[in-house]
Every structure is written in structure tokens, then in C-alpha cells.
């Protein structure tokens, strides 16, 4: 499927270079437009299911064709439930991904799925970029009790998703189950793409 695809694309690709070649227009114009057309018709598609896709299981066929790379073997690891492959697969996309932010982030995930609260915590205040810090940061004060701070921070968050999410995390520490769950699937239904996914199946292991 993949070749033909690719085949189609580099026809159309021909078939439009040509038609602007008999109307004689600029070789740099020519060439532009059919580099944009590639794009759009092979990267286009990709960013679509990453970023904004609602179907899990179309965003979870494009994790599994691309799960070789760690950022995207992490969320199928989530599915799984298995605690021991979550964390290893965040301990590959730090040994991966050197970038400070990635580390900051990822460090930070690690320790929550190790349930190490007052690591998390300090990782958490140590992001470099909003608005994950303070979403992190609203996520560590739940889990502390401070429902009052982790609720004046989720007020600050700028995603509807995150907001939900927290509220969620505060209802499940507080013992209302009810609260829990409508909050989850608030946050689950505003998300979109590979964050929707991570974060449906990282709410089936509260749930579970």
C-alpha cells in the first residue's frame, strides 16, 4: 500500500511539473510548488494524526508503525499497564532525547510513575516551560492534599484538557469517584492527537 501511495504521489507530482512546464512558468516557481505539494500530501497527514486526531485507533496504527522511535513506544507502553515497561520506555526517550526541555519533562514523568511524590514535585518546579510546570506543578499538589493550590493553579492553565485533567486528579484524591470520572472524560473528549491517546490510557490506570 505504502509503494503505491508513494507512486500515485510522484505522479501527480510529474503530471503537475508538466502541466506548469507547457505554461511556461518560472523553473523556482515550478520547483516550489511541487516540493509544497509533497509535503502536503506526505507530512501533512502524519502532523494531522499526531496532533490533532480524535480517533485512537488511527493514531494508535500511526504509534505502532512508528514505534521503534521512544516518543511514540511510550504511549503504547501505556496501554499495556505494565508499570516496569511504562518506565523503561521513559528511560529510553531520556537516554534518546538530550534536549533539556525533553529531559525536564520526561524526568518528571518518570518520578510520578515511580511514585515518588516529593521528586515529582521538585522535578516539576524545575520545567523550564509553560504551560507544563505549572501543570505539573497543580499535579503535585494534588497528589499532596493542597487541593485549594492545585485548584488555584489549574485555574491558570491555559488548555481546557489540563484543566479537566487536574480536576480529575483532585476529585480522585479526594475519594469522589463520580467527580473522577466525569472529569476524565471531559479531558479525554479536548484533547486531540498522540495527547489524547497518552492520556485516555494514563487515566485507565487510575481507574484500572
Not at 13 to 42: D, K, N, R
Not at 139 to 159: H, I, M, S
Not at 177 to 188: G, H, Y
Amino acid at each position: 500500500m505504502k509503494i503505491i501511495k508513494y507512486a500515485l504521489i510522484f505522479v501527480l507530482g510529474v503530471i503537475l511539473a508538466t502541466a506548469m512546464m507547457f505554461l511556461e512558468l518560472p523553473f523556482w516557481f515550478i520547483y516550489v510548488s511541487v516540493v509544497v505539494i509533497y509535503l502536503l500530501l506526505l507530512v501533512a497527514p502524519q502532523m494531522y494524526t499526531v496532533y490533532k486526531s480524535k480517533d485512537l485507533n488511527k493514531i494508535e496504527h500511526y504509534l505502532e508503525k512508528n514505534k521503534r522511535k521512544p516518543i511514540f513506544a511510550y504511549p503504547l507502553a501505556l496501554k499495556t499497564g505494565d508499570q516496569e515497561q511504562i518506565v523503561r520506555s521513559i528511560e529510553e526517550i531520556l537516554k534518546r532525547h538530550k534536549q533539556p526541555y525533553m529531559q525536564e519533562v520526561y524526568k518528571t514523568m518518570l518520578a510520578l510513575f515511580e511514585n515518588n511524590v516529593s521528586k515529582f514535585e521538585q522535578l516539576a518546579k524545575q520545567i523550564s516551560k509553560e504551560p507544563l510546570r505549572t501543570y505539573y506543578i497543580a499535579y503535585a499538589e494534588a497528589l499532596k492534599g493542597n487541593f485549594d493550590e492545585a485548584t488555584t493553579l489549574k485555574n491558570q492553565l491555559p488548555k481546557e484538557w489540563m484543566q479537566h485533567a487536574i480536576a480529575a486528579v483532585i476529585a480522585k484524591e479526594q475519594g469522589n469517584i463520580n467527580l473522577f470520572e466525569k472529569e476524565v472524560d471531559k479531558s479525554i473528549d479536548l484533547a486531540t492527537g498522540v495527547q489524547k491517546y497518552s492520556l485516555y490510557y494514563s487515566f485507565q490506570l487510575d481507574i484500572d
